[in-house]
């Protein structure tokens, strides 16, 4: 089992920044991807960033250029940087993470994006 814990999300106007952080606990061994989803009301969960063990990254189309993803394997965790926010930004921002064909979820961090 892995265990996800997710911080840093919050209210920003439209054109700020802000840095999530998520970390790992539990059975880590071997992760090989982790990343950001989120869900807008009414929407569907998408994807938003991954980064592979070997430190590939994988972005949509809406976020490439704005948001950095990074992961520091000694600390077991992953971030994501988020510049030049809009109000579409706004979602609740899960953290994944990818082992043994088992897909493991955080409880969420609301990021909302004043205009």
């Known amino acids: 089992q892995v265990q996800l814990v997710e911080s840093g999300g919050g209210l920003v106007q439209a054109g700020g920044s802000l840095r999530l952080s998520c970390a790992a606990s539990?059975?880590?061994?071997?992760?090989?991807?982790m990343g950001w989803y989120r869900q807008a009301p009414g929407k569907q969960r998408e994807l938003v960033a991954t980064?592979?063990?070997?430190?590939?990254?994988n972005y949509a189309d809406s976020v490439k250029g704005r948001f950095t993803i990074s992961r520091d394997n000694a600390k077991n965790t992953v971030y994501l940087q988020m510049n030049s926010l809009k109000p579409e930004d706004t979602a609740v921002y899960y953290c994944?993470?990818?082992?043994?064909?088992?897909?493991?979820w955080g409880q969420g961090t609301q990021v909302t994006v004043s205009s």
């Open positions: 980064i592979a063990s070997g430190g590939s990254t």
């Open positions: 539990g059975s880590i061994f071997r992760i090989s991807l």
């Open positions: 994944n993470a990818y082992q043994f064909s088992l897909n493991y």
